[in-house]
């Protein structure tokens, strides 16, 4: 467990790397664009200078990744505020948001996968497999549009842009009910997706449980049937859903890039993209970090889980 | 030894009854024509790849990329069969060039990741050793990479990409999946007789990789093909869709429902991102049905046909 744990440390090493060679290869740098052309082309070079984006790369890298394993990701050249500060209202939104979706997540998952598993073949089966089909083979952004054009613009149901009413102060019931108002269509719009992989495992895993030793001899030793299927198969079929915690968390993070872009939900997806369109290398570089960090733990936590509900795989 | 195997009398004894025994392209076909559903999306997918294969000929694209003031934002007309942009652009002009694109891109992406994920993953898995070892490594290590966003940083970082090199960069991130699936294929298959047979008679390692492994996993490549054909249109116009798609200049599909992001094109003037959306959505879902049909075929327990 404990190899697992620091196998993490290479891990992100690599990927701050790369982004790090990434983030020196884009064209400009964040000075670029603010360069008013009434400034002495000497006070920029000294601006520059002092900056240290004249330090050949390697310089570049040791003191930036220096300052990150302090926790300090350098300065928003957009914004004119620490990384650490500008990314710390995003993260909360982005938390938020993705913690909403999984919730969906499991609230759609659970009830279709056990119909589908418990009743399959019949219709009801057949109408939970045709959504799964669709639900596998649409593309999360398309699917999102169309959900916002319909219930945001077209029924006015939901808000179309933003994470909380214009013009409310933090704090209070009001403020949290006017953030979940504004998470719902997005989160759903994820859930209603990234579900599909769940409901079809949980079909087949309860399928397949259904043939084990241990549910006919409850079903011989006179179990109703309610309980065979509450108590028997359903519980032992939660264990691999379970461990698929983590990597659904891997998925949702992408997934927020493309929704948080539609819905202008301000989370870090959304600050992704503006920080790269704005060669706002310092919060580009922290954001791609954190979602690897993210993701690496997620993958993790799989394990762990797994570990816990499963005695046969134990990582040693 | 090896011709008497290879005579057409021992073949003759082997199939009992010839009407039950058929290839393996037979059955991924029996499949696709007995499951109604993979038959029309068969159908779809073809006449769109062939329709916007024969109009884009006709169009003339310069003309269609070029912005016209006098005509912004039409809704659909006979003049205009699906409007205008806000650049003046015909709508139906940029789906049938972005369609043509998208499609020629994914199927490039494809092709590439294709070759480059079954060379790796069969030679790795049939070797095994410290080659595989290192590659396992990175094909878990890509796993946990936020590949979108490293692909969307990319692409910010070339200046001025072409198509191809575009279809490089998500070539790049995309074949470890495939070499990870053909490795363990072969890792099965490595240990049948059938290869031990062959290593026993002296066959050369390359003749017994692609002559006789090979072969073996063609059904498994078919429909993993297919099912990553629907997968890089999925990616292809997200990204575009992003804004670090297809340069400027050309369009895509994602390119057209790109302008969706602004919120006044969404709620009004759906003309201009709409049919984009639904034929991305349609040709993903019926190339998913084919490659789930042929998936189907590949596993005898749930064959229909």
Redesign the interface.
Known sequence: MVHRILLMIPQIMVLSFIVFLLAQAMPGDALTGLIDPNIDPMTIELQRERLGLNDPWYVQYFNWITGVVQGDFGQSFRFKMPVTELIGQRLNNTIALSFLTLVFTYIIAIPLGVISGRYHDTWKDRLITTYTYLGFAAPLFTFALLMLYLFGFNLGWFPTSGSVAPGMEPGGVDYTLSRIYHMLLPALSIALITTVATVQYLRSEIIDIEQKDFVITARAKGASEKRVYNKHIFRNSLLPIASFLGFEIVALLGGTIFVETIFSYPGMGDLFINSILARDFSVMTALVLLYGIAAVIGALLSDIILMFVDPRIRIK | MVKLFKSKKVEKNLVVNKDETYSGFQILWRELVKDRVALISLIFVSVIVIGVGVISLILNQDEIVRVDLFSLNQPPSSEYRLGTDQGGRDVFGLLIIGARNSLLVAALVTLLTGIIGILLGIVSGYFGGQVDHLLMRIVD?S????????I???V????NYTIIQFSLIMTLFRWTSIARLIRSRTLQERELEYVQASKTLGTSNFKTIFVQVLPNLSSLIIVTMTLNL?ANI?LE??LS????GFPDDTPSLGTL?SS??N?QI??LR?WI??PA?IL??LL??S???IG?ALKRATDARQRRG
């Open positions: 290590y796993n946990i990479l936020p590949t979108l966003m490293i969307i940083a990319f910010t970082a070339v200046p629907a999925g116009s997200g869709f992003l804004g670090f429902v969706a992001r919120p969404l709620e759906w991102w709409m959306s991305i959505l993903m879902l190339i998913n049905n789930q």
